[in-house]
C-alpha cells in the first residue's frame, strides 16, 4: 500500500518532468526551443507510475497562460479530474472546477489555461480491458483536433468507456446500496453510510473512476483485502485508516491482495477514486 500527502510533498518542475518522460511522449512535444519556455509554467506531484506498463497518475498544476506547443493524440486513455481553475482542450471545450473528461486513444487535442488550474491527471497506459496502449503523443495539425485519427470507425473509436465529458456536480450521487449490486461482495465496506457518483466505467471489466462520499460517522468493521487495484485521491474532508490520517491532498493506493485498514471518518469526506475492476473485498 502506497501513501502519498502531497500538501507535504514540493512540486516537481516542469522540465525535470520532460526530463523523465518516455521518449515517445518527450520527444513529440513540440519545437525544441520553445520547450523549456512552456514548461516552466508545468508543475507536478506524482501520485504513481508503474514504468511496465506506463500507467500514470498525477496531481498537476498549470501557471496562468500556459499552453501546449501543438495538437496531438494518445495511444493511451487519458483522464483529468480540474479541481481549481481552468483546462481548455481543443476540440472539446473548457473545464472548471470539478470539471472531468475520459478520453479514449486518438483523438486529436490540445490543452491551455487563461489562469491556471490544479487537476488530476491520469495516462492508463498499456491496457487490453480498456483497450489502451503505452503512453505517446504524437504531433497533428490543429485542424484535427477533436477528431479520432487511428479508427475510422466512430463507434469502435470510442473504445470502452466512451468520451465521457462531465460537470461533475450535475452527476447524480447513487446509494451507496443500490452501488453496490453492480459490484462485488461490498458487504463489509459500510455501504449504507456512502454515495457514488460514477464518472466513467467499463462494464465489461467492472474498472471505473467514481467519486465516494463518505457519511459522518462512517465505519468499515475491519481490515479488508480488495478484488482490485484501487487508488484514492481525497478532495475533501478526512478519513482515518490505522495509524494514517488522510485528509484533502491525500493519495492511497493498494493492489487487490494486499491488506487495507478499516476505512473511518468521523466527520464525513469525499474521495475520487480509480478501481481497476469490480469491486468487493474480503475479511483481511
Known amino acids: 500500500m502506497e501513501i502519498k500527502h502531497t500538501g507535504d510533498l514540493p512540486w516537481e518542475n516542469g522540465l525535470d518532468v520532460v526530463d523523465s518522460m518516455t521518449p515517445e511522449f518527450r520527444d513529440h512535444l513540440g519545437p525544441i526551443e520553445k520547450v523549456r519556455e512552456s514548461y516552466t509554467k508545468y508543475k507536478q506531484k506524482r501520485l504513481f507510475h508503474n514504468p511496465e506498463t506506463t500507467f500514470r497518475g498525477d496531481l498537476i498544476h498549470l501557471e496562468a497562460g500556459y499552453a501546449d506547443l ?3 493524440y494518445h495511444d493511451t486513455c487519458e483522464e483529468s479530474f480540474v479541481l481549481t481553475g481552468d483546462s481548455t482542450l481543443t476540440g472539446d471545450g473548457t473545464y472548471h ?3 472531468y473528461f475520459w478520453r479514449p486513444p486518438g483523438i486529436v487535442h490540445s490543452a491551455s489555461t487563461v489562469n491556471g488550474h490544479v487537476s488530476l491527471l491520469f495516462l492508463e497506459g498499456k491496457s487490453e480491458g ?3 496502449d503505452y503512453a505517446s503523443r504524437r504531433i497533428r495539425p490543429v485542424e484535427e483536433a477533436g477528431q479520432c485519427v487511428t479508427e475510422p470507425d466512430w463507434d469502435k473509436a470510442m473504445g470502452t468507456r466512451g468520451w465521457v465529458r462531465l ?3 450535475n452527476v447524480p450521487w447513487i446509494r451507496g446500496t443500490d452501488w453496490a449490486r453492480t459490484q462485488g461482495d461490498t458487504s463489509l465496506l459500510d455501504v449504507e453510510h456512502l454515495s457514488v457518483k ?3 466505467h467499463n ?3 467492472g474498472a471505473q473512476s467514481i467519486l465516494i462520499r463518505l457519511d459522518p460517522g462512517y465505519r468499515q468493521s475491519g481490515p479488508v483485502t ?3 487495484w484501487m487508488g484514492v485521491f481525497v478532495t475533501s474532508g478526512s478519513i482515518t485508516m490505522g495509524d494514517e490520517t488522510l485528509r484533502e491532498g491525500s493519495w492511497f493506493s493498494a493492489e487487490g491482495d494486499e491488506v487495507r485498514p478499516a476505512w473511518e471518518s468521523a466527520d464525513g469526506a469525499e474521495m475520487f ?3 481497476s475492476g469490480f469491486l468487493g473485498a474480503s475479511a483481511a
Do not use: F, N
Request: net charge negative.
Open 70 to 72: 501543438t495538437d496531438a
Open 203 to 205: 462494464y465489461a471489466t
Open 130 to 132: 480498456d483497450l489502451s
Open 273 to 275: 477514486a480509480k478501481i
Open 226 to 228: 480488495l478484488d482490485s
Open 97 to 99: 472546477d470539478r470539471g
Open 198 to 200: 460514477v464518472l466513467s
Open 167 to 169: 460537470q461533475v456536480d
